[in-house]
Structures are given as C-alpha cells and as structure tokens.
Nanobody, 119 residues
Framework: QVQLVESGGGLVQAGGSLRLSCAASGRTISRKDMGWFRQAPGKKREFVAAITWTDTRSTYADSVKGRFTISRDNAKNTVYLQMNSLKPEDTAVYYC????????????WGQGTQVTVSS
C-alpha cells in the first residue's frame, strides 16, 4: 500500500500561484496513474487532473485547463500540481490519489492540503 502526503497549500491572492507536492512512500508510484482531486466546502469531491505512468499524458478538468499543470518525478516518487492564475473558486482541500482512471481513483488517498484563494 502506498502512502501519500500532500504539501504546498496555503493562502494566496487571486491571480497568484501555488505548487502542490504529493510525496509517496511505501511503494513506488512509477507504474501508477496519479491524480489530483479537490473538495470545496459544501461540495462533492471533484477531479482536477491526472497523469499516466506509461507516457505521462495528462488530462484536466475544464475548470482548470490552461491554468494548472500536473507533472511527476518518478526518481523522487512525487507528483506535482502547478496552479497558476488562481481564482477564489479554486479554494478547496486538494487531495492526491493513486490509480486514477477516467477521473476516478481506485488506490490510496492523501490527507489533503488546504488551498485558499482570496479575492
């Protein structure tokens, strides 16, 4: 079982940037499709982005396309989410997950990191 720990969240003004990290331990994630999800207060958890292990192809929710970039460093067993041009509606707890397929995670989840975007 892989353990995931997110970091990098915080408070940022609208238009700003943050880079989230998801550090894995226990097992390598080099052969796992990885993803990011988020949950805003009073809303359901939603898919944000995913990256495959075979060809590092990435997919994004329409709401973040062009602003967020997912990447991975298998040597560091870490996945990243670069978030630019942040909007107040991006405020949420962001979660990293393993074994993500078609926007659904079948593997481990991290504990989440809070991102707050002020207007």
């Amino acid at each position: 079982q892989v353990q995931l720990v997110e970091s990098g969240g915080g408070l940022v003004q609208a238009g700003g940037s943050l880079r989230l990290s998801c550090a894995a331990s226990g097992r390598t994630i080099s052969r796992k499709d990885m993803g990011w999800f988020r949950q805003a207060p009073g809303k359901k958890r939603e898919f944000v982005a995913a990256i495959t292990w075979t060809d590092t192809r990435s997919t994004y929710a329409d709401s973040v396309k062009g602003r967020f970039t997912i990447s991975r460093d298998n040597a560091k067993n870490t996945v990243y989410l670069q978030m630019n041009s942040l909007k107040p509606e991006d405020t949420a707890v962001y979660y990293c997950a393993a074994d993500v397929l078609l926007g659904v995670a079948a593997g481990s989840w991290g504990q989440g990191t809070q991102v707050t975007v002020s207007s």
